[in-house]
């Protein structure tokens, strides 16, 4: 009789048969259902795909990242967005669920309020829909926004008489005034509740559009959301003066950041899993693809001081990674997205390349303008950048500090 293991190691053997009743029993148990990757995009968006990689030579710096500078490490925990005042104060919300402050004078962050609970277990996944997790602030006129403001005693205002929205992915949308007091908008939509309330735009009569990224996972379940890649995110309208809120779009591929764009008459919003930004036509209620993005963009910034003729012409798009090759052959196989559900966090989050990366895209064609990327990951996994002063500052939900690079040192 012939020994299996005259043939193979004992090593081979073993990881043989955990693959072999893996395999078998990961369809049984109970877990994600991934479906496969598709990227739908238009032929505009395939000419802009090969136009980039035609001149990536060109198009990819990563000389600004010599200029970049950590700030608030250690304190800025997982800042996934900023909101600037008209003072010049800057608002970040983070992972404990607190919103905090800070001028770029001082650089000394300071706590201003929080929607969730206060608890000893605050930063903790687990804990996020207690105490609340921060996503998109803006501010905006308080005119619109009176029968709220009525529901604050002395209600105080922002410098321009503004107030803060603040889009929580659990608790919903709230109205802050200056001293933080708050006071809840929404979190349903069609009967439905928000489980991943994420980034807003407003518009100048008052009118908030939101991105609820998914209706299948929470926040604190985003990378199962990645893994079973379907479609399920929604778009938002709410009108305060009414104060109804209305379902756009729904079945979206993970709607992220996204701004006004055509004064007001469109959306721009980012595609996280189709790795693309859409344009949104509010009248018609349809989409049309606008930018290839070279990874799965997050959230959007428009630069207004960037026209010489006062039109602002560059968008900013933070992009989490882009894939590596190990990504891309996981994300084909469904089997192997299913097991790496099972696996600890850490385990996918290992998957992702720990690169710094955001791009400037042109606003009238949709093109890049240029890649910024470095590899040591000085400034790793970007959610955004937002100009402050003579700054941009690049954001992360993964990060526990915030990165500067002067405006300067981009052509």
């Known amino acids: ?46 000419q802009q795909q090969e136009q980039f990689e035609l001149n990536a030579a060109t198009k990819v710096v990563s000389s600004v990242y010599d200029h970049a500078e950590k700030l608030l490490e250690g304190e800025a925990l997982a800042a996934e967005d900023m909101a600037v005042a008209a003072d ?8 404990d669920g607190r919103i905090v402050s800070f001028a770029p004078e001082d650089l000394v962050l300071r706590n201003f ?40 005693k002395n209600a105080q205002l922002f410098p321009n008489d503004q107030v803060m929205l603040v889009a929580d992915a659990y608790k919903g949308l709230h109205l802050m005034d200056a001293v933080g007091t708050k006071v809840f908008l929404f979190n349903h939509a069609n009967g439905t509740p928000t489980k ?4 807003l735009a407003v518009t100048e ?8 990224s998914s209706t299948r996972y929470p926040r604190n379940k985003v990378l199962l959301d990645l893994l079973e890649h379907i479609p399920s995110g929604r778009l938002l309208r709410f009108q305060p003066q009414r104060g109804d809120v209305e379902v756009l779009a729904e079945d979206l591929p993970f709607p992220n950041g996204l701004v006004l764009a055509d004064n007001e008459q469109s959306l721009l919003i980012a595609m996280s899993m189709e790795k693309k930004i859409a344009k949104f036509t509010i009248r018609t209620r349809k989409f049309e693809d606008f930018a290839f993005i070279p990874g799965a963009p997050d959230n959007v910034w428009i630069d207004h001081s960037a026209g010489a003729d006062g039109a602002p012409k560059t968008m900013f798009v933070g992009i989490v990674s882009r894939p590596s090759l190990v990504y891309r052959l996981l994300m084909q196989s469904m089997k192997a997205r299913k097991i790496l559900a099972l696996l600890p966090r850490w385990v996918t989050m290992a998957v992702l390349k720990r690169t710094s990366v955001f791009a400037t895209i042109d606003l ?17 996994l970007v959610s955004g950048v937002h100009g402050l002063g003579d700054h941009y500052y690049l ?7 915030v990165v500067r690079i002067p405006k300067s040192v981009f052509n």
């Open 1 to 46: 009789m012939v020994a299996i293991g005259d043939y193979f190691s004992r090593n081979v053997i073993v990881v043989a048969f955990f693959t072999a009743l893996i395999s078998s029993s990961i369809d049984q148990y109970p877990n994600i259902e991934p479906v496969p990757v598709e990227l739908n995009y238009a032929l505009p968006t395939v």
């Open 113 to 152: 309020s929080r929607i969730g609970a206060d608890l000893p277990t605050c930063g903790e996944l687990e804990s996020e829909p207690k105490c609340g997790r921060p996503l998109g602030v803006l501010f905006t006129r308080a005119a619109p926004f009176q029968r709220y403001l009525k529901r604050i």
């Open 88 to 95: 010049g104060r800057a608002y970040m919300g983070l992972r």
């Open 196 to 199: 991943f309330l994420n980034a």
């Open 364 to 380: 009238l064609s949709g093109e890049i303008q240029h890649l910024y990327e470095e590899t040591t990951g000085k400034a790793f």
């Open 205 to 212: 009569d008052g009118t908030v559009y939101a991105t609820d």
């Open 395 to 401: 954001l992360s939900w993964a990060r526990d500090y």
